[in-house]
C-alpha cells in the first residue's frame, strides 16, 4: 500500500471516529462528549483515563496575551500585559466551561506564567487544570539545579502547590549545536531531570506528566518506545494537529511529522492528545479568497476558523485543544464551536481534505509566528516578513511577474508599498546574510535563509519590472 492509498484508508477510519463510534478499547475511557452536556449551549468535555479529570475541549493557551499598548505580548514585547484584560477574559472562560489553562515559562516574555496566576488564583483551585512546561531550551539551563528551580519558579509564578499537567516543552527540538536525540539527553537525562520530576510526580506536585512534540520524529518514537516498556509513562502528549498537517507536514517540512502519525502512534496506546496549533498560527483562520469561498458555499454559517476548530476537536483521542486567544471576541467564537462540538461526519472530513490539497498547492511560508527564531542578530523582523508574505498568499494579491497580465502595474504597486509598511526597510529579506542564527531554534524546523532569499528574489523581481 502506497502513501496516499493509505492516507485515504486511514481518512475513512478517521471520518468514523468523527461521528462519534470508538475506534479502539484503550481509548474508550475518553468520552466524545458526556450526556449532561448534549443540550445546545453547554461545553463538550472529555475524560483523562488516566485521572479521571474532566477537561474542557477548548484550552486557553497562554501565550498571546493582551498588552497594554494593544496588540499581544509577542507583537509589542515591551507593553506590560494588560492584567485587568486577562482577568477578565480567564473569568468568561470558566464562566462558560473552559478549565484548562496552558502556559510556559518561556511565552510572553517571560512573564506568562505570573499573569495566568494572578488571574486563576482568584478563583478556588478545583475549577481550572493548569498546564506548564519545563522550557529549559537555552543550554545554559540545562543543568539539574537551573532546571530544578525553572520547575519550582512555575509553582511561585502560578500561585499553586502543583502542576496538573507537566510538560517536557519541545521534545524534538535540536539546541546547542547538538541533534535531536543529544538535546533531549541533555535537557532530562543526563541531568536526571526526567527521573526527578517522576518523583515529583509521586509526592503529587505533578498530577500528569507528558511532552509537548516539535522536530524529529525520532526523538517521538523513542519516548513512545519507553512508554511501551514501561521505563516512563506518558499520561498526555502535545501535538500539532489541523487539516492541513494532518497529510502536508511532511510535505510542508521534510523534518516535520504528519498529524496523522502522531495522533494514531498515541491513540493506539491510549495517551490522551493535547492539540496545538488547530489554526496553524492563523493560517487557516483566513486562507486564500478562494478557501474562504469554498467553505462558505458549504456552510454560509460558519467561519474558517470554526471548521479547523471542529477538525481538531473531533478524534475521540483528543483531550483538549490550544487556542491563543487575545481577545474576548476570539474566545467567545471558539466556546461557541465547542459549546457543544458538531463533529465532523465523513463527507466534512473528506471536504476539509481537498481544502488541504488547495491550500498546500498556494506554497506559502509554514511559519506559526512562534518568534523563537528572534532576535535576529542583523535585525530583520522575520515573522513579520513570513506574515506578510503568506497573507498576500492568502488574500490573492501576490502579483503575478508577468507583465502582461492587465493588473500587473497595479498590483506591483500595491504589494511594494504594503511590504514597506509592514516591515520597515531595514528589517526586510533583502538583509539576510544567511548566518543560520534562526534556523536551529525553528520548532517547524523551516529552513529560514532559503525562504529568505526565496522572498527577497520574489520582491527583487517585482522591482525590477
Known amino acids: ?43 463538550t468535555y472529555r475524560v483523562n483515563p488516566n485521572t479521571g479529570d474532566r477537561v474542557s475541549l477548548l484550552g486557553y493557551g497562554m501565550m498571546r496575551l493582551p498588552v497594554v499598548d494593544g496588540g499581544t505580548a509577542r507583537e509589542n514585547p515591551d507593553s506590560p500585559i494588560d492584567q485587568d484584560m486577562v482577568n477578565q477574559e480567564v473569568d468568561y472562560a470558566l464562566e462558560h466551561g473552559v478549565n484548562y489553562f496552558d502556559t510556559s515559562p518561556a511565552y510572553c516574555q517571560g512573564l506568562s506564567e505570573r499573569s495566568t496566576g494572578i488571574a486563576l488564583a482568584r478563583h478556588p483551585r478545583n475549577k481550572y487544570y493548569i498546564a506548564t512546561k519545563l522550557s529549559n531550551f537555552d543550554p545554559s539551563t540545562w543543568e539539574r539545579k537551573e532546571s530544578q528551580d525553572m520547575f519550582e519558579n512555575s509553582l511561585v509564578e502560578l500561585q499553586t ?4 499537567y507537566l510538560l517536557l516543552h519541545g521534545a524534538g527540538m535540536s539546541r546547542g549545536g547538538k541533534n535531536a536525540i543529544e538535546t533531549f539527553n541533555g535537557r532530562y537525562m543526563d541531568n536526571g531531570i526526567l527521573d526527578w520530576l517522576v518523583e515529583q510526580k509521586k509526592k503529587g506536585r505533578i498530577r500528569n506528566l507528558g511532552f509537548s512534540y516539535h522536530g524529529d520524529v ?12 514501561g521505563k516512563y509513562h506518558w499520561d498526555f502528549v ?22 496523522v502519525y502522531l495522533y494514531e502512534e498515541l491513540n493506539k496506546r491510549g495517551i ?42 473531533t478524534p475521540e483521542g483528543v483531550l483538549s485543544v490550544l487556542s491563543g486567544m487575545t481577545y474576548i471576541d476570539h474566545l467567545k467564537e471558539n466556546i461557541q464551536t465547542y459549546s457543544p462540538l458538531k463533529p465532523l461526519s465523513h463527507d466534512e472530513h473528506q471536504f476539509l481534505m481537498d481544502i ?3 491550500i498546500y498547492a498556494l506554497n506559502a511560508v509554514p511559519c506559526t509566528a512562534c518568534i523563537y527564531c528572534m532576535p535576529c542578530p542583523y535585525g530583520l523582523n522575520i515573522p513579520a516578513i513570513f506574515s506578510f508574505y503568506n497573507k498576500c498568499i492568502s488574500q490573492d494579491v501576490l502579483p503575478s511577474t508577468d507583465k502582461n497580465d492587465k493588473n500587473f502595474s497595479k498590483n506591483r504597486r500595491n504589494f511594494l508599498i504594503s511590504y ?19 534556523a536551529p531554534h525553528c520548532p517547524q524546523h523551516i529552513d529560514i535563509p532559503k525562504q529568505m532569499q526565496r522572498i527577497d528574489q520574489f520582491v527583487e523581481i517585482i522591482k525590477q519590472a
Not at 478517521?14 to 468520552?31: E, F, Q, Y
Not at 498560527?281 to 460558519?302: F, M, N, T
Not at 528589517?427 to 542564527?437: F, K, L, T, Y
Request: aromatic share 8%.
Open 420 to 438: 514597506d509598511r509592514a516591515v520597515p526597510k531595514l528589517r526586510q529579506a533583502s538583509h539576510c546574510i544567511g548566518c543560520n542564527h534562526c
Open 272 to 313: 490522551p492528545s493535547v492539540i496545538m496549533e488547530p489554526l496553524l498560527g492563523g493560517r487557516l483562520a483566513s486562507p486564500s479568497a478562494a478557501v474562504v469561498a469554498k467553505l462558505k458555499q458549504r456552510d454560509p454559517h460558519s467561519t474558517a476558523a470554526r471548521w479547523a476548530f471542529r477538525f481538531a476537536g
Open 238 to 259: 502535545q501535538i500539532e494537529l489541523n487539516y492541513l498537517d494532518w497529510n502536508y507536514a511532511n510535505e510542508i517540512n521534510s523534518r516535520n511529522t504528519d498529524a
Open 161 to 164: 502547590d502543583y502542576i496538573d
Open 356 to 358: 488541504a490539497n488547495d
Open 1 to 43: 500500500m502506497d502513501r496516499r492509498e493509505f492516507l485515504k484508508v486511514f481518512g475513512a477510519a478517521v471520518a468514523t471516529t468523527a461521528v462519534a463510534t470508538s475506534c479502539n478499547n484503550k481509548n474508550n475511557a475518553i468520552l466524545s462528549q458526556e450526556n449532561e452536556d448534549e443540550q445546545q449551549g453547554a461545553m
Open 218 to 229: 525520532k526523538v517521538f518514537d523513542q519516548l513512545l518506545q519507553w512508554h511501551d516498556e
